[in-house]
């Protein structure tokens, strides 16, 4: 069986072109004389790309959008895309060639004439938009066809199309965990599939409720407590090169219905997206681990259902997390914070990492600050957050800085207990990372994505259809890049 993730290159060649049965992707730029490439399939068609490339409709086309010409006259293939793409073009205009491509894509090859045109953008962004959700129906559509790769040096050309089928592997199996609904992605069958990933070189430990309970983790266990499903911890260890290690922290609410303080009905059901968090940390590790990453990281998912129960935790109590603070519970439906008190400490008592990033879809005021096109950036250190915001920009991910100050620091302070788990309406997003940082040292750089607008998209976003984005896995590999490879 052949893995569509794995494009397939091959040498500049007309006559394969011609013999192409599935779609045909061309470039032309709008001034320029035709490439070599395009040229020869010009010939074949007739003249055809040339009567295209002086229409109307391609005169309105962007860079990377394309046009479509059905059944072409002198070719075997069922359609032609040609796509605008200048001479010299930039990041964005090869990601949105990758979108016009994914989006286009069928059940049949793709045979994407790019000759000379850089690949590693454009591969990506159309595998990243080939993306489809099927895993629930009765009667599954058909996957996409494969990518085949017309470029003028193959055998270059290899270990970037590696790399884009890599991570592209790891953004959709992050979606598909989002995806997936509560009562088919447990914190049971959540844990098994990533102690699977030890298939990829990863050192998988998962802990369990004796033994999440023996290291202290009562803020963690509190909010699990009502659920039939055991709370579970898993740690993901990438040993890639030496030295203290970044460590990744999700937030993995299998299913939020709020707990006592019981979520409103309409919508709950987006709630499965809750350990979105978790998702980016095990996509992020899966392509440093399929990438064999020079560096040192470990990924940590904290992994709970909230739920209301006769054995739940009820608002008022106050419960010991792993670092001794006492934690008063205002609101049950405050929860991730306190799923990733434990974890964030632990992290840091276990490994003295060099760094520590939290990923969570925390809360809903972050959704009211950025809406669904970025997501929010809290950290105590600005270099850090300066990297993670270009490495972002370089992938095409939206993310903006977000305040952290005494100021907020105010508002979660408890009467009887030493801080509550919510902080009141005003400035939600920035309490609940107030509330984090009082579980990081003070030396430890730490930084704090808030991802609840960009895990889950109504529309489709730059990446993705509609559905589960993947936000975040392409950002923070590229961060591993920027800051944490060695040699
Ligand atoms: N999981 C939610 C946040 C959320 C909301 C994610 C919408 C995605 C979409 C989180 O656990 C939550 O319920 N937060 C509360 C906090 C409040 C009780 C202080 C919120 O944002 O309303
Ligand atoms: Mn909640
Ligand atoms: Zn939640």
Redesign the pocket.
């Known amino acids: 069986m052949t893995d569509p993730f794995m494009p397939e290159l091959c040498a500049t060649d007309p006559d394969r072109i011609a013999k192409h049965d599935g779609r045909v992707v061309l470039f032309a730029d709008r001034d320029a004389p035709l490439a070599a490439i395009s040229k020869a399939a010009d010939d074949l068609t007739g003249g055809a790309l040339a009567r295209a490339m002086a229409s109307a409709p391609f005169a309105k086309l962007k860079p990377g959008e394309g046009l479509s010409l059905a059944f072409p006259a002198g070719l075997a293939a069922e359609a032609l895309q040609l796509i605008y793409m200048p001479s010299e073009p930039d990041a964005a205009m090869l990601r949105r060639a990758g979108l016009s491509i994914g989006k286009a894509q069928s059940t049949s090859a793709a045979l994407i004439c790019a000759d000379r045109l850089p690949l590693d953008e454009m591969l990506r962004s159309a595998l990243l938009r080939a993306y489809q959700y099927e895993a629930q129906k009765s009667d599954p559509k058909p996957g996409f066809g494969p990518y085949q790769v017309m470029v003028a040096t193959p055998e270059t050309a290899q270990a970037h199309v590696q790399e884009a089928a890599a991570l592209a592997r790891a953004v959709h199996m992050t979606r598909d965990l989002v995806n997936a609904p509560a009562n088919v992605l447990t914190t049971t069958t959540f844990a098994e599939q990533i102690q699977s990933m030890e298939a990829l070189g990863l050192k998988v430990e998962i802990l369990d409720e004796p033994e999440l309970e023996k290291l202290g983790m009562r803020a963690l266990l509190a909010v699990g407590q009502g659920s039939d499903s055991p709370s579970k911890v898993a740690v993901m260890h990438w040993p890639g090169a030496e030295g203290a290690p970044l460590a990744v922290v999700g937030k993995g ?1 299998m299913f ?1 219905t ?1 707990g006592i ?1 019981l ?1 409103p009905g309409a919508g709950m059901e ?2 499965t ?2 350990m979105g968090g978790a998702a980016v940390t095990v996509g992020l590790m899966q392509a440093l681990a399929t990438r064999k990453a020079p560096a040192n990281v470990v990924g940590l998912v904290g992994l709970v259902e909230n739920m209301p129960d006769a054995r739940a935790q009820r608002p008022g109590d106050v419960v010991k997390s792993m670092k001794g603070d006492m934690i008063e519970v205002i ?1 049950t ?4 914070r306190m799923v990733l008190a434990d974890v964030l400490w632990y992290a840091q008592e276990r490994f003295n990492p060099a760094a520590v990033i939290d990923l969570a ?5 972050i ?1 009211i600050a950025l809406g669904h096109e970025k997501a929010g950036v809290f950290a105590n250190d600005d270099a850090l957050a300066d990297d993670f915001l270009k490495a972002a920009a370089d992938v095409g991910e939206g993310a903006w800085r977000m305040p952290l100050d005494p100021g907020y620091h105010k508002l979660i302070k408890s009467r009887i207990a030493d801080i509550k788990n ?1 902080g009141g309406r005003p400035a ?1 997003s920035i309490t ?1 990372a107030e509330f984090l940082q009082c579980f990081i040292k003070p030396e430890t750089p730490w930084m704090h994505l808030d991802i ?1 607008g960009v ?1 889950l998209t109504k529309s489709e976003s730059a990446h993705a259809p509609k559905g589960a984005s993947g936000w975040g896995v392409l950002a923070l590999d590229q961060l591993v890049r920027a800051r944490f490879e060695k040699g």
């Open positions: 609410v939020d709020g303080s979520k987006e709630m997206m809750d609101n439906d405050a929860e991730g879809t925390l809360t809903g005021a959704i919510t939600g609940a609840a895990a």
